[in-house]
């Protein structure tokens, strides 16, 4: 029993067999149309032209799964990110004077003891 999508070229051509889809029928037609075979080479050639489809949608999805990138890969890419804003945070700490270094660390302190002060213990 045929569905709707049954096509005569891709049926005779063996395109379904090797899993071409529908949508490169177009493609089958454009193609024969350009390359005008002699009646007697005709069925060769469609099933040269139907492998080729079938390999370039195969290439395709090989790209296309490798464009994306693997969890581990993800992770590798954080960490190196991670890595990166490490040294320029080690880089920015070594280019503060030290007279300046003094005055952060004695503003921390002093926020850090307001804001650790509970209250019952008063200002």
């Keep these: 029993m045929r569905g709707d999508d049954w096509d005569p070229y891709r049926a005779r051509?063996?395109?379904?067999?090797?899993?071409?889809?529908?949508?490169?029928?177009?493609?089958?037609?454009?193609?024969?149309?350009?390359?005008?075979?002699?009646p007697e080479r005709q069925r060769e050639c469609e099933h040269q032209v139907a492998a080729v489809l079938w390999g370039v949608e195969v290439a395709?999805?090989?790209?296309?799964?490798?464009?994306v990138?693997?969890?581990?890969?993800?992770?590798?890419?954080?960490?190196?990110?991670a890595k990166t804003l490490q040294d320029a945070i080690d880089l920015a700490a070594k280019a503060i004077s030290p007279e300046?270094?003094?005055?952060?660390?004695?503003?921390?302190n002093f926020m850090d003891r307001r804001t650790?002060?509970?209250?019952?213990?008063?200002?």
């Design 13 to 38: 051509t063996g395109m379904a067999k090797l899993g071409v889809a529908p949508i490169a029928t177009w493609r089958f037609k454009e193609a024969l149309k350009i390359i005008k075979p002699d």
């Design 60 to 67: 395709a999805k090989i790209d296309k799964a490798k464009s």
């Design 69 to 81: 990138p693997t969890p581990a890969q993800y992770k590798r890419d954080l960490q190196k990110l």
């Design 100 to 108: 300046y270094e003094y005055q952060l660390r004695a503003t921390q």
């Design 116 to 123: 650790t002060k509970t209250p019952s213990q008063g200002n």
